[in-house]
């Protein structure tokens, strides 16, 4: 009776511990050559890790859990890791804390990034809805120099970033008012400004305390 009860526990723990994190995100920093503020982006049983300042890839992983035990396995990415070796870390969780502990990792590129990591749970600000007409007038290509460029377009009722030297991919603006948007990714927030005759003329970008100034060019 007592192995079934331990057998049940174990099985609750896991399927807990799965529970915690199948489809969230955390913060976190990873140490490479230089300390990198990363996204870790959990689905039902992958993981993604991209840089937090503008959600470029890192490293694409599957995972299980059995008993708190993490099993990561890379299946794309930037480390030197067999996509055959898996790495085994027992997880912490307290709240929106998450953490992360070597048990066993052949490949040390994986090891030596997230062996004691301590990630911070991240969650979305809520969205405001604004009419897809008002969306339609911040349409247009964005310039802040000759060689940095945005277009901004409407998908769905949403606004989409696209930049072949300041993003990694398309990239989803999240609402916060009727003329403030932001990335969620680095925390960077944008800001539509009109000009003379109530027409678009620019936006702002704020991103670690300073402003930046893109200017509309069509």
């Excluded at 035990?69 to 030197?80: A, F, M, R, V, W």
Aim: hydrophobic share 40%; glycine share 6%.
């Amino acid at each position: 009776m007592k192995k079934i009860i331990t057998l049940v526990l174990i099985l609750f723990t896991a399927i807990n511990t799965h529970a915690q994190l199948a489809n969230t995100k955390w913060k976190g920093t990873l140490k490479i050559e230089e300390d990198v503020p990363a996204f870790f982006d959990f689905g039902s049983d992958t993981l993604k890790i991209t840089r937090f300042a503008n959600n470029a890839p890192i490293e694409n992983m599957v995972y299980t859990i059995t008993d708190s035990i993490l099993t990561l396995k890379k299946t794309e990415g930037q480390s030197d890791c067999d996509n055959e070796v898996r790495g085994k870390y027992k997880i912490g969780i307290k709240g929106d804390d998450l953490s992360l502990k070597l048990l066993s990792d052949a490949c040390e590129d994986r090891s030596s990034v997230l062996n004691n990591i301590n990630l911070a749970k991240f969650s979305y600000p809520a969205e405001v809805k604004v009419d897809e007409a008002v969306l339609k007038q911040y349409a247009g290509i964005y310039a802040m120099n000759e060689q940095h460029k945005i277009t901004i377009s409407v998908e769905n009722g949403r606004l989409m970033a696209d930049s072949k030297t300041n993003l990694a991919a398309k990239t989803a603006l999240y609402t916060l008012s009727e003329h403030k948007f932001s990335f969620h990714i680095g925390e960077i927030t944008m800001e539509f400004k009109k000009g003379p005759g109530g027409i678009v003329s620019k936006f702002i970008v704020h991103e670690n305390g300073k402003d930046y100034d893109w200017i509309k060019e069509k």
